[in-house]
């Protein structure tokens, strides 16, 4: 959800609405951009939902709606917030000194801060209170470091804090979600558009993206979204290893979520066949700015390797990602 309509206008950015949230679609000519996210660097303003959880009870109560083991202090750890054995959100989750923090999907916060609440904590929705950017690509690193003071992570989902000018930022390296380098920035809502222009403008160049690029990045990189992929779907279909706690995925539904590749783009919730049945729909599928073809992810019913898509029978294959090797693999992918 952006804060900072009127500063992404000045830099081109079309602001759309999803999911009920302010988003920046793009800043024109995106398959220029998503070329300078490869080869360089660039900023993207999240949309976040951050959960402060304190208390006596906090892990014992978090733990219980959370489908993955809690981490260390100033560490974080991926994985889906469950209820009623749905995923209502996916969620990155800190332990930090007193408190545990997460970040999940803006619309979602309500439905967290429900999953989370009982006797012995205190579960508060401080999302007005912070803003969060992503620096992604091969020169993400040195990027990071043009700006920041804060040694920028070595290891997924580690934590370090800096400023970039006068700004105090929490730096956090990410897992891989774009197949490139990445970082999430928090920042005080008050100095997001100090802390924006710095990342877009000063240091080493990194071009402003918007969100039909990440989908795209992310898509190649294999890694599921929340809002196309996981969005109240059984944990079962869905086979993402860092989200579960080591052996202990949950054991395969009928349905589940494949990756696969095709000629051309099919629309989003176009209908699969296989052996002449229809076994599920497209979530997500983008053509492909660098190569020929395009790719995206279905929930289906079958063990089919070629599947056809939609009225026209769009054939299409059955594959593994990531589809484009970048600067680093997502810790997402789909296990076969």
């Known amino acids: 959800m952006t804060g900072l309509p009127a500063r992404h206008e000045q830099y081109g950015g079309i602001i759309t609405a999803r999911a009920g949230t302010r988003i920046v679609a793009h800043y024109g000519r995106p398959e220029r951009t998503y070329r300078a996210v490869r080869n360089v660097a660039g900023v993207i303003e999240h949309g976040l939902g951050v959960i402060v959880v304190k208390g006596a009870w906090r892990e014992q109560l978090v733990e219980e709606n959370f489908s993955n083991r809690l981490p260390d202090v100033d560490a974080g750890q991926y994985g889906f917030v469950l209820t009623d054995g749905s995923i209502v959100a996916d969620a990155y989750v800190f332990t930090v000194e007193d408190r545990i923090l997460a970040f999940v999907p803006p619309d979602r916060t309500d439905a967290v801060v429900e999953a989370w609440s009982g006797d012995g904590v205190v579960v508060q929705d401080n999302s ?3 803003a969060g950017f992503g620096v992604y690509g091969p020169e993400a690193t040195e990027k990071v470091a043009s700006v920041c003071s804060a040694t920028t992570p070595d290891s997924a989902l580690s934590i370090d804090r800096g400023a970039i000018q ?3 930022v929490t730096v956090i390296r990410d897992d891989g979600v774009t197949g490139e380098e990445g970082y999430l920035l928090i920042a005080a ?10 990342l877009v403008n000063r240091g080493l160049s990194a071009a402003p993206f918007g969100y039909e690029t990440w989908e795209t990045l992310t898509l190649e990189a294999g890694t ?3 809002e196309t992929e996981l969005r109240d779907t059984d944990p079962a279909a869905i086979g993402i290893s860092n989200a579960f ?4 995925d ?3 539904g009928d349905h589940r979520l494949r990756a696969f590749t095709a000629a051309t783009a099919p629309v989003d919730g176009t209908t699969v066949y296989a052996g002449g049945r229809a076994v599920g729909e497209v979530t997500r599928a983008r053509e492909q700015p660098k190569d020929e073809g395009a790719v995206g992810f279905a929930m289906v019913e079958t063990d089919e390797e070629t599947v056809a898509i939609g009225d026209e029978r769009l054939a299409a294959t059955i594959s593994s990602p990531p589809f484009v090797q970048g600067s680093d693999r997502s810790a997402r992918l789909l296990e076969e």
């Open 250 to 252: 949950p054991s395969q």
């Open 166 to 168: 006068d700004s105090g």
């Open 224 to 226: 599921p979204l929340f």
């Open 245 to 248: 706690p080591p052996a202990e």
């Open 128 to 130: 007005d209170a912070f």
């Open 189 to 198: 809502s008050a100095d997001a558009a100090e802390v924006f222009d710095a």
